[in-house]
């Protein structure tokens, strides 16, 4: 339903372009015959219903049409910014989640008390900023003026798996700044509910080990809800990716995107815009998953 | 406004003072609120009045002076083409202050609409309307923004639009939320069986008894939109040059601090941060008074 909506929001936003593609492409002092010809070459001049059933159509098919501005099909395109974008939200994901988890199972077992405020305090600090704007103080801290990372970060050809990464992690950081407090908040909270909850208290008045207790009663309930969380935060990410890879000269599926918009090539932006849908979708969809192997009370079919 | 004319009994008037001036007392209380409003009403007054107490013009160059790192002359140095860093700064609030609050309203008076109406009539309307309303959330901002830049071409208008629609169906949710709630009260039922009709027993009856949890929703959000046209002028969306705005100077400085031009963005950076921060603080400190 979303992916429904989404691409035809899509597709209407590409046709309401000021000005048609042909001139838009061929500029203002072009031919009108010319114009007409290439309307018709790239099919723009058919009824909407039936450009938007072919576009979607092929698109279903793997066909993601014509760049207008680069004159060869969207797909590989797509694909490779699809994957550079995967590698920078991968190295933000499994740098944030650990820690963020950690920080928030730790404010929680220091509830009020300083170490907790630090945390608290800290990461809803930094989770209302904008990327940007912890982007440049960062790239200002370490590129600038300790000089420990790349301001930049498109790493030379045939780099190796470790210098792709050097070049990586200042972009990543925002991205982590940013999901921590998320995801410390919700571990806390839900560690703080865990804690305070009548199977714990049973756990301790049985007489069970602190450690024991934490590991298998409080964590598995109190993370539930962080997962559901940082799943939902893949749409956040991709907002999140296009400020970034802008920022960072990196080409990922937000600076396509970003660069599509500025320059009108409607297929590129759409097969862009669409293929986050469907990567969206796909994260939710694996989420609950997830969820529902993890917490055994809605574990859905006949289990004996 | 018609909601003061309605038939409401005095007794439920003195009932809804007491709560109020108890909200106020605690906000006053609140330090986090305190220090966030504090900070707010800094950058508010610089937006009024900057104008008239900032050492340069922000928009005249001095092409001499070009790249003067930070000087007795030019406390925060000088941007690429000799503009007062310092001044551009302080000046730089007005644009992201008159947008950023538009938005928000705009969310506030969409969205609280959308809430009552779905929360109210439950049924086809509410899952028809949700349903859309789910998609759009689905779809983050700063894409809707794209599209809608690509298709309206840009301007303040269209970012305030466009932030202020895909902020609506937050605060639709919340207040619906709230609604269901309320709508089974018996002051609903009452309304009903006078046969008022439904906007009345909406905009009337229901609307006064939701405005908490619309004002906690309406300050948080005030902190996104801030965010977000932070964003959007930075990607070079909304607001336009020679505007000395916070994001659209760091967008046009950034790619010279490989050279070392820390001045040039630093002190925007640390501009927006702290309006950002202050709101939030503030948002937060409204949220507790109500929660209390």
Redesign the interface.
Known sequence: ??LF??SV??FL??Q???GNVGRAILGPFADQRAVDALNHTLGVDRPLLTQYWSWISNFVQGDMGTSYIFRSPVAPFVIDALGNSMKLAAVAFVLVVPIGILGGVIAALNLNRPLDRIISLGG??VT??????TG??L??IF???LRWLP?SAAWPKDAGFLTQLYYLILPALPLFLVLFGYIARMARSGMIEALDSDYTRTAVLKGLPWRTVIWRHVLRNALLPTITVIATQT??L??GL??IE??FRYQGIGSL??TA?RG?DFPM?ESG?LT??IV?AVATLVADFLYSVLNPRIRLGSDQ | MSAVQTPSPAQDDTRRRGPLAEVLFSLLRSRTFLVGIAIVLFWVVCALFGEHFVPYDPLADDIINALAPPSREHWFGTDQIGRDVFSRVIVGSRDILTVAPLATLLATVAGTALGLLTGYFRGLVDDVVSRILEAFMAIPVVIVALLAIVALGTSKTTVIVVIGLSFAPIIARTVRSAVLAERELDYVAAAQLRHENALHTMFVEILPNVIPPILVETTVRLGYAIFAVATLSFMGFGIQPPSPDWGLSISSNYGMIGGGFWWTVLFDALAIASLVIGVNLAADGVHGAFND
């Open positions: 339903m979303t909506l989404l929001m899509v936003g590409g309401v372009l000021p809803l600090s209302v900023l904008p990327e940007f704007v440049i103080i790239i200002l590129g600038v003026w301001i749409g956040y991709i907002g296009v400020v802008t920022l995107i970003f918009a009108k932006l815009i986050i849908g969206y």
